[in-house]
């Protein structure tokens, strides 16, 4: 095992500003005043904010220390599954940054917003290009929006077919914010298992699809990072019985140019370009979560859109049959600028060999674990795998004592507890942009960590004891959370 990398440096303490501020410091100065004194009147100033009195080097080192208390893709791998926390190239900041694109105003009349709008009208066509589904929307703020707008889109599809249906089918493996989607619009959730296999069985899937159900939402590649090989099958099963398929894309970033999803049966389906197309997420924000659909329903599609006519572009909310507005104005915009600029800096061979390196590094440490940690579907995955605790029960250990115990050899941990098929999971998700070397050093870490296991697992039940915060009382922080700050 090498030296572990990250936590064992330096980490300061660092009080509170308030507890820092000594009075009569200053973090500026000001032109001398060149009028009179003026009094100002109490009765309506008061007495002023509490502010603590701050020098400059007081400022920035509280702020750079607090910084340095987190982990993130700039300071290490950060194997988090479902979530594709992959580096995302600073170039693109700088894109979202150029002053005509972050001056640019909403309520601007479109002859002066025709660079902004030529950018969303040419982001629209690559990702109706990437997926196969031609007709796209920017609006959703998120995946879970997209999911929603997808399943608005459902129902006025089927009203307009002058049927009311009340059912969708949800595999197991599906992420949370799709039953929640579903529900929101009103639709009863019918849950199918994935097979042995880990994918939809058409079989399954047939007997539960009947005329009152609205369509099926597949996760494609699914949560268990398996792609779902009956697809085709299984989308047209529901076809028959004139419902929907709709594919939920968070891990799209495994099949980018190698998989068209409207060829394998699907109708609607959402991106997270805060996941598959490299702007930084988490801290809850902000995202997007384009929503791309067929031809056929496309005037179904949240206006305003963005139209062309020679050379020129609109706005245009002439679509009587449209969902209606799903976002204040057109979304989250800076999000936008950023998928494009990842999607033109790459290009389609970049973006393909993108998801074929995802791919390959997701193999090599399933591959590379498999005889250490329990593997429940040993098949060849996707971008992620997934393990869980299984060999590690003998010795009281857990996947939290596992995942704890990772932050000592300088990593994040993976996630944790989901897929919720797999008891005990720990799910794995390398990402592109790892190199070998850094791969192997995340697997020597989790190897290193299962013989501990074996041979002192008291070492893991008391994990994290080096970094900055310990192990956290979880129990407590469920039962009698803190909410007052
Ligand atoms: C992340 C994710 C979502 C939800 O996307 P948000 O952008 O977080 O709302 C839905 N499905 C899957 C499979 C996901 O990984």
């Known amino acids: 095992m090498q030296e572990p990398v990250g936590t064992k440096g330096l980490i300061f303490n660092e009080p509170l500003l308030w507890e820092k501020g000594a009075k009569g410091r200053c973090g500026f100065s000001i032109p001398r005043r060149d009028v009179d004194a003026f009094p100002v009147d109490e009765a309506i100033h008061g007495d002023g904010p509490d502010f603590p009195d701050l020098g400059e080097s007081d400022v ?41 694109f972050a001056g640019a105003h909403p309520l601007l009349p479109t002859e002066l917003s025709q660079g902004v ?96 159900t609205a369509g099926i939402m597949v996760t494609n590649p699914n949560t268990l990072g398996l792609f779902e090989d009956n697809i085709r099958e299984v989308a047209e099963i529901v076809h028959d019985h004139g419902g929907l398929v709709y594919a939920d894309g968070a891990n799209m970033n495994a099949v980018m140019g190698i998989v068209n999803m409207a060829d394998s049966g699907v109708d609607v389906l959402h991106l997270n370009l805060h996941k598959t197309f490299a702007t930084p997420h988490g801290g809850g924000g902000p995202g997007s979560g384009p929503v791309c659909v067929t031809p056929e329903l496309e005037h179904f599609l949240p206006t305003p859109r963005v139209i062309e006519k020679d050379g020129a572009y609109f706005l245009s909310e002439n679509y009587p049959d449209s969902v209606g507005k799903i976002h204040a104005f057109y979304g989250n915009f800076g999000v936008q600028i950023k998928a494009y600029s990842y999607i033109r800096s790459m290009g389609a061979d970049g973006l393909k060999m993108a998801s074929q390196l995802a791919v390959l590094n997701a193999n090599y440490i399933k591959a590379s674990l498999k005889d250490t940690y329990y593997l429940p579907y040993d098949r060849p995955c996707m971008h992620e795998c997934v393990f869980n605790d299984k060999f590690l029960s003998d010795f ?13 050899y300088g990593f994040h941990p993976p996630t944790i507890y989901f897929p919720l098929v797999v008891a005990g999971a720990i799910m794995i998700e390398p990402t592109e942009t ?52």
């Open 60 to 100: 920035v080192r509280h702020f750079t220390r607090l910084s340095q208390w987190n982990f993130s893709v700039d300071s290490g791998m950060y194997p988090l599954g479902s979530c594709t926390m992959k580096y995302n190239p600073k170039t693109n900041e700088r894109q979202a940054a150029l002053p005509g």
């Open 117 to 212: 709008l030529q950018m969303m009208y040419e982001l629209e066509r690559y990702l109706g290009e990437i997926t196969g589904l031609s007709a796209v929307t920017l609006q959703p703020a998120a995946g879970a929006q997209g999911e929603l707008t997808g399943m608005l889109i459902f129902y006025a599809y089927h009203q307009t077919q002058g049927r009311k249906r009340s059912k969708i089918i949800i595999p197991d493996t599906a992420h949370g914010t799709n039953p929640a989607s579903a529900t929101l619009c009103s639709y009863k959730s019918v849950p199918v298992k994935s097979d042995e296999n880990g994918v939809l069985a058409p079989a399954d899937v047939a007997a539960v699809m009947d005329d009152d």
């Open 396 to 408: 009281k250990v857990s996947t939290l004592d596992v995942a704890k115990r990772l932050m000592e």
């Open 434 to 485: 790892e190199c070998k070397q850094d791969i192997d050093m995340f697997i020597d870490a989790m190897k290193s960590i299962a013989q501990e296991a074996r041979e002192n697992p008291e070492l893991l039940h008391e994990a994290p004891t080096t970094p900055k915060v310990r192990r956290l009382d979880e129990i407590t922080a469920a039962r009698k959370p803190c909410l007052c700050g």
